[in-house]
């Protein structure tokens, strides 16, 4: 038997749950089908909130034949096949899973299909269409984003699926209590897929149990939260190293440090952590380190570096101590951005302007012939005056006096450089105007 979020997939816009935006009275997708003027589109969005639920009804409303094929699985030979489908009988709809995984090779045979209107696309992606598919795709589809799914959508799927005689759970005359209802739809975490599966998975499960015990079931049965929570171990997490909801994580992470809010930090470190991904939260929170808190704390940021090893050293479970200690310190640290903002100027000036050579002094003079270029002949050893320090000039002529470092003075670490930062530059200034002795 196939599981029941396959068996309870609409068959129209008007069974669809969620995504009022796009399949809402007036809204675009139901204008394409009441219309008949369907276009290609890609929808994107976490796994389970509607994707081919919406590919599906869409085919059902129309007179279409309807295809499903996955980009990273299924072949050239798949899509000749649909190609061929869709000469025959004028148009087909293929509902096309991961498209962000298409290669070239397909694309460039998809192109002209699509130009001619033999196949509808619809392209299914978790990822952000506008990062990961190509151009050459994106303009001939219309790009939806779809939504999470509400407690309200999930529960009404539920109970769908509990009344539906056909299809859904109906001849079990299964109540489910509102607690055990709750801690389904929590567990699913918007996940519609694993949610009716789960609850398909209690009802049957529950029922054997039942039978065995002798009870009987022929007046219906009612789960309970004590039988729902056996039945459902693992709550959908929907995290994907490479997709759009990992990316949404890790840039709330980041954020959250920034702001300093440790309580929401943590939040996220949380559900980083569950999803199991170390080496994402230990190059994410390095980046932090240096990009967020910086010169106004360097001695923290070393410290996140350790604790990262340490997290790196023990694997999870035990990573996540070394991880939540770096998380809570550099969330109460103070923040600069000073060293970010000073090398992107500088990168900035490298890739926008002409810089010009590098001064002849500093120029290499280890080889013959060096000295008749004039490489390094006039450059002044620092270490050989008092203070190791000497004015000399280091830029090149056509940056002259361009300044990079702009420190806030957020900290008295940072306070500290920028004086030391001031005092350098005024001495270079006044030194340059004499020459060196």
Excluded at 93 to 104: A, F, G, M, S, Y
Excluded at 304 to 319: D, K, R, V, W, Y
Excluded at 400 to 413: A, M
Aim: glycine content about 8%.
């Amino acid at each position: 038997m196939k599981p029941l979020a396959y068996r309870m997939r609409p068959k129209n816009l008007d069974e669809v749950v969620g995504q009022q935006h796009l399949i809402g009275p007036g809204k675009i997708i139901r204008r394409m089908v009441e219309a008949k003027l369907l276009s290609s589109m890609i929808l994107y969005g976490p796994p389970g909130i509607g994707k081919t639920s919406i590919a599906s009804a869409i085919a059902g409303s129309t007179k279409y034949a309807f295809r499903k094929l996955n980009a990273a699985t299924d072949g050239k030979k798949q899509l000749e096949q649909v190609a061929t489908e869709g000469k025959m009988s004028g148009t087909v709809i293929l509902l096309l899973d991961e498209i962000h995984r298409l290669d070239k090779t397909k694309q460039d045979f998809l192109l002209p299909l699509l130009e001619k209107g033999e196949i509808i696309l619809i392209g299914a992606t978790t990822e952000n269409p506008y990062i990961s598919i190509s151009p050459a795709i994106r303009s001939r589809c219309q790009i939806f984003e779809l939504k999470s799914l509400s407690t309200a959508d999930v529960k009404q799927a539920i109970d769908r699926a509990l009344k539906d005689t056909t299809n859904g759970l109906g001849k079990y005359q299964v109540k489910v209590t509102n607690d055990a209802q709750k801690l389904l739809i929590q567990k699913g975490n918007g996940d519609l897929r694993s949610t009716l599966n789960g609850l398909e998975l209690a009802v049957r499960s529950t029922k054997q149990e039942m039978i065995a015990a002798g009870k009987s079931t022929e007046q219906g049965f009612t789960i309970n939260q004590e039988e729902m929570a056996n039945s459902i171990q693992l709550r959908s997490q929907n995290f994907d190293a490479s997709g759009d909801g990992h990316y949404d994580l890790v840039s709330a992470f980041q954020k959250s440090i920034r702001g300093s809010d440790t309580d929401a930090a943590l939040h996220y470190l949380a559900r980083l952590v569950e999803s199991g991904d170390l080496p994402a939260i230990c190059r994410r929170l390095s980046v932090i380190a240096y990009e967020d808190i910086g010169l106004a704390n360097p001695a923290a940021a070393q410290h996140a570096i350790i604790a990262i090893q340490a997290a790196q050293s023990l694997g999870f479970p035990e990573a996540r101590i070394p991880l939540a200690n770096a998380v809570i310190e550099l969330a109460l640290s103070p923040k600069s951005n000073s060293a970010i903002k000073a090398i992107d100027q500088a990168l900035n000036d490298v890739r926008q302007h002409d810089f010009g050579a590098i001064p002849d002094n500093l120029k290499d003079a280890h080889y013959s012939g060096a000295a008749k270029l004039g490489h390094g002949t006039n450059y002044v050893y620092p270490h050989s005056y008092p203070g190791d320090w000497v004015a000399q000039q280091y830029l090149p002529d056509k940056l002259t006096g361009q300044h990079y470092f702009d420190p806030k003075g957020n900290s008295k670490i940072e306070k500290a450089f920028q004086k030391q930062y001031l005092v350098l530059q005024n001495m270079q200034k006044e030194g340059l105007k004499k020459k060196p002795q």
